[in-house]
């Protein structure tokens, strides 16, 4: 209502980059709260569009984070471990059969280098099975 009522157009600048910044506004706890039930209660959901963004990578980064954990690995592990490692390449396979997750995201996520690498690494993998 405010921003509707707002005259001043730096005013209205300013409320609307304060208002209007995302589908969601709250801790990053609620957030990640209702992206897993939002995953929970409709797993064959594909989420698209520059709104649903951020829960895209929400979702993503929760399959991450399990994926870590399911291989012991830690935050620094994805840091310092090599950008090639067998078990990067087994989570960005993970990531790229069970979601839309493209290269990008998933190499910067996991340290893994340039976009294209991860292609070829899930390649590798793939083929050294």
Known sequence: MELLEEGDPKQRDAL?????????IGAKEEKKALEKDLRERHPDV????????????????GLVENALVAANK?????QTE???????????RKLR??????????????????PSRVTNLIRQAVTNK
């Open 46 to 61: 594909v989420w698209a569009g520059n709104e649903l963004k951020e829960l895209n990578e929400a979702m993503w980064e």
């Open 16 to 24: 609307t980059k304060r208002y209007c910044r995302g589908w969601f």
């Open 74 to 78: 830690s935050e620094t592990d994805v």
């Open 97 to 114: 059969i069970q979601t839309t997750a493209g290269n990008p995201w998933i190499a910067k996520r996991l340290n893994m280098g340039h």
């Open 82 to 92: 090599a950008k090639g490692a067998i078990w990067k390449a087994a989570i960005a």
